[in-house]
Structure formats: structure tokens, C-alpha cells
């Protein structure tokens, strides 16, 4: 456990400078408003280290939450592919963001990196078949939600994307593939956004590569979006273009609430409900049998970027 | 089958003229707008008839959906159960509604009535444990979810409740208790609204009196709703109490999104999107640590009328 017990304090201080980092970033993007939250010391020597910032002059809300939980019992609902871990202690290092900006031509950004550490490594007896899973991995992503999408927005997002990706052992496709899979709503058969990377029960090449990978990934985020949202939120915007991000936020709230693997254990495991739901839209609207006019740039989201396609590869045009 | 394929056809009748009485009676208390809608054949012979009232005088948004389902082979899925029902052919009849007011004294209602029939009766040979649930049932119920609750309101619509469940068995306790578990939001603790009454696998007395009973509950919901309705839709109301009321309105939404145990069903399904999720609110807004004052009419809300408790008997006062 002494190397295990490093790499809990390695990976949340690495956490916790990209909360940092975001923070500072996203409220110089903002330009008014600054993030506020307390921090909440949990069980077992955790923390909960919530930031949001809301009302800005150009996000409308924000919400950068770090946590690290420290656990006595692995519940048997979260070991399902390892029943021999229920009942071990565990720890699991978060952070979470999510950008609701104000122009409407400015994107909805996601991204989530996690840490999840089972004290036991191997039970005694050893099991008739080994673990299917080990017992620590990283998991996480990011993924872009335009409202009113720009080619050359979407290709540099998913090139940063790539970049992170090809430094770390070229497993860009399958994880952008991974998102696409993921961030999608079955019951409307449409993709949440123009997608970006999702992977999780991560080891790849062991700890010290798979964090590297990981905190490439959260040092690429920022060099994603802060260029998309610093191009878009100057351009002037009606009611139009408010009223359709509007509709494209209920969907995301039907993702998040509906969908969301995270959020719908933590609605059932008890986690804290302000954390857990600070990802939902600060306002939503749905519509009876709203469709987008033929042709409309509305109408092009859906048709032309939401379809999953290599966005690096020019002639994957559909 | 033949009385069964009678039965659905009695119900089929009785929920049309139903959901025609509703949206009159409602069309009157918008006083603007008229639903709309369009009749759509579904396979074998169905019906779905949806009709939405949008942007209301008095109405943000009304539904009032009308479904008859036909399916030549039930899913496993839907009968856990019964297993050996799966794979029968099956007829499910169903009217919807929910109200979005405009007014945020205005309570939120939603009704549900439904009537699900299987061809077969028993299986043969017959299974070793009698099926646990009849080929047949009922289920429904209605419930009001205040923003700004005035008791008398509230005391009217369980007295509404109360009168047509005594006068056809005497189980309003029960129906209500069903209600107050139902609508619940367990991962904050608190009551979607004031409830009313809810019921499943409901075959008590025979199909006579269980249809004698769900059309009493049909025709209860508007002598429940309509007066609470005319005596606050006149009432002024400001920027304060619409913020109120589009906040509840994102607990509805969560409620509907992650817990409706009918969307989520629907959702797996493939049901009609636009059907299902009809009762989502038109606006709705979340907002990061937000408390109610001390002792302000919105944590009266919480505090005193949230609370499950017998509003008929002033004695049960917390």
C-alpha cells in the first residue's frame, strides 16, 4: 500500500492545480464575475472542494468541483465486476467541470477526471478466476456541446483531443469513439455534442503512465476550449439563438438526469445533491414538437455535426 | 376474450371522452389559446392522440395525451413479474396530463390513468406458483404540486380525492399514502408536491368496480383542480415568485427525468419522444446552493406543506 497511498496524494494534487488553473482561467474568459464555494472536509480525512461561479457577464454558469472521497466499505453495488472487493476501503479522487456560457455561439464544455483506488489488491485465497478489473484506474474525458457549431471550432477541439491522445500511445480513435458512444441519447437517437475523448478502467501501461495520460488530458482541455470560446463570445446574438441553446439545454439535462452513469448512481447512493447536480443547465427549456426549419442553421447542428464523424479527416464528410 | 376485448373498448371510449372534457374545461381557464394536436394510427389498430396547449394566457403548457397500444408480443422486460406472460399479445389504454400554469400561484397538476390487458389468462400447463399480478389491471392517480400552497387549496384537493375513493371502497389512506411514496424525491429528501393519489395492479372488485373507480378518479381531477385554478389565476405576481416557480420546476423535471418509473421505461423503449416527455416543464432553471430565506413564503413550501401528512384531519397539524 506505500506506493498506493503516494499515488492517492499524487493525483489529488494534481487535481487540485487544475482546479486551480481552470478556475483562473475561465474567470479571466468571464471577465466580471469570480468563483465561490467553501471547501468541506469529509469522512476519513476527504475533501469536497466545490467552485462555481454563476450570473457571469459571459458564463452563465460554471461549476469546477474537486473531491476526494475516502471510504471504510466498497458498497457490493460499485464491485460488480470484482465481488471480491465489496467491503475493501477505497478512495476516489475527482474533478468535474462544466461551462454554461451566455452567448449562444459559444459551445457548453464538459470535462471529468477521476481516480478510484481499492486498498485490497488481490484476495486471500486468490479467487478461481482472477479479477476482471484491476483495483485502481483512472477514468474520465471531455466533450464539447456547440449550439450553433463552427467546422473550424469543432476540428481544433477534437485535434487537441488527438494530440493528448498520440503523445500518450495513439489510442485517439477508439476514445473519441468511446464519447461518441457514450454521450448519446438513445431515446432522441442524436449524439449530445460534437463528442471529443471518454475512457475509463484506465491502466494502461501501469500508474505512471496512465497518469501522465490523464493529467495530458486536463492540461488539454483549457487549450481546447479557452481559443473556441474567446473566437464566439463577442458575436452578437438575438432571441433566436438564446431560445434554441435554450432547447439544446434540456437535452443536456435529459442527458445528465436520464442517462449519466455518475449521476444516476449518485442520485441513488446519497452523494451530495448540489455537487452532484451543479452540472444542470442553469435554465432549460423543452417544446412540444419544436423542429428546426429546413435548412436553418438550427437544423444544420443536427444534420451536419451532431452525425459522429472523424472531424481531422476531411474526406469523412458524410 | 370477448368481455376483455369489450373492456377495452369501454375504457377506450371513457378516457377519450375524458381527455375531450379536460381540454374544454381547460381551454375555458387558459381563456386564449386551444390545444392542438394531431391522431396518430399506431400498429394493430391503435390510437395515439395527443393534443398540447402552448404559450397560454393562463397556460404555459398543457398535455393531455390519449394512447391505445396494440402489441402482438409483450416484453420480457414488462413482465418480471409474470414471466409466462411474455411474448402475449397485449392492449394498454392510457390518458395523460400534466399543467405548467403561468401563474406561480397556480398549483402544477398531473393525472394518469391507464388500463394494460394481456390476451392470455393462465398459461398452460398451469405454472407451478399462481401468477402474482392478474392479467388486467388499472393504475393511475393524480397529485398537485404547489409553488405558493394556500391550505384551503390543498385541504380541497385531498377532500376531491378523498370523496371519490370512499364512495367506491373506502381506500383513500392508502391511495394517498401510494402518492406520498411515489412522488418523492429521495436524493433530496422532499415531496415533489402536496400529492393526491396513486395506484397500480389495480383489479379490486372485479373490472366493473375497478372502472367504476378510475372513471370517479377521472372525473375528480378537474372538480379538484379547476377551482384552485379560477380562485389564483388572477393573483400579481413578480420577478420573485416566477424564479420560485421555475426552480420547483427543475425538481419536476428531475423527478420526471430520473425517477418517472413510466419515462423511464419509455425512454429504454423507444416510445414516441415527444409523447413521453411531454410533461417536462416549458422553462425550468437549477441554481447552485440556492436556500430559502427563514421563514419566507418558499420555505414555508419545504417546511410546512411538503411534509406528507393528513390534510383532512387538522388535528395531524407537525
Not at 479571466?28 to 476527504?46: C, I, K, M, Q
Not at 457548453?108 to 485465497?125: D, E, G, K, Q, Y
Not at 461518441?180 to 501501461?205: P, S
Not at 505512471?208 to 488530458?217: I, P
Request: hydrophobic share 40%.
Amino acid at each position: 500500500m506505500m506506493d498506493e497511498a503516494a499515488w492517492v496524494a499524487t493525483v489529488r494534487r494534481c487535481f487540485l492545480e487544475r482546479q486551480a488553473d481552470i478556475i483562473r482561467e475561465l474567470e479571466r474568459l468571464d471577465g466580471a464575475r469570480r468563483f465561490s464555494g467553501e471547501d468541506l472536509a469529509t469522512p476519513g480525512g476527504g475533501l469536497s472542494r466545490p467552485r462555481v461561479l454563476q450570473d457571469g457577464a459571459a458564463i452563465e454558469k460554471a461549476a469546477v468541483l474537486f473531491t476526494h472521497s475516502i471510504g471504510a466499505a466498497l458498497p457490493a453495488a460499485a464491485t460488480e465486476r470484482n465481488p471480491h472487493l465489496a467491503g475493501q476501503p477505497f478512495q476516489a479522487v475527482a474533478l468535474s467541470l462544466i461551462v454554461h456560457p451566455r452567448n449562444p455561439y459559444v459551445p457548453t464544455a464538459h470535462m471529468n477526471l477521476r481516480f478510484f483506488l481499492v486498498a485490497a489488491t488481490l484476495p486471500r485465497p486468490l479467487p478461481a478466476h482472477p479479477p476482471a478489473a484491476p483495483a485502481w484506474h483512472f477514468g474520465g474525458g471531455f466533450d464539447l456541446t456547440p449550439h450553433y457549431p463552427f467546422e473550424e471550432d469543432v476540428v481544433h477541439w477534437h485535434r487537441v483531443a488527438s494530440d493528448a491522445c498520440e503523445a500518450h500511445g495513439g489510442f485517439h480513435a477508439e476514445l473519441k469513439r468511446n464519447c461518441d458512444d457514450y454521450f448519446f441519447l438513445k431515446h432522441r437517437g442524436e449524439a449530445r455534442g460534437v463528442g471529443g475523448i471518454f475512457f475509463d478502467d484506465w491502466t494502461r501501461g501501469g500508474f505512471n503512465a496512465s497518469f501522465a495520460f490523464v493529467d495530458a488530458v486536463g492540461s488539454a482541455f483549457l487549450r481546447g476550449y479557452a481559443p473556441i470560446f474567446e473566437r464566439r463570445t463577442a458575436m452578437p446574438w438575438g432571441e433566436r439563438e438564446e431560445a434554441f441553446m435554450l432547447l439544446r439545454r434540456g437535452r443536456y439535462a435529459e442527458f445528465n438526469l436520464a442517462i449519466d452513469r455518475g449521476t444516476r448512481y449518485g442520485l441513488q447512493s446519497g452523494r451530495r445533491v448540489e455537487s452532484l447536480l451543479a452540472s444542470l443547465p442553469p435554465r432549460a427549456q423543452w417544446r412540444y414538437g419544436w423542429r428546426p426549419a429546413p435548412g436553418s442553421p438550427e437544423a444544420e447542428l443536427t444534420e451536419r455535426f451532431l452525425p459522429p464523424r472523424d472531424w481531422l479527416s476531411p474526406a469523412d464528410e458524410p
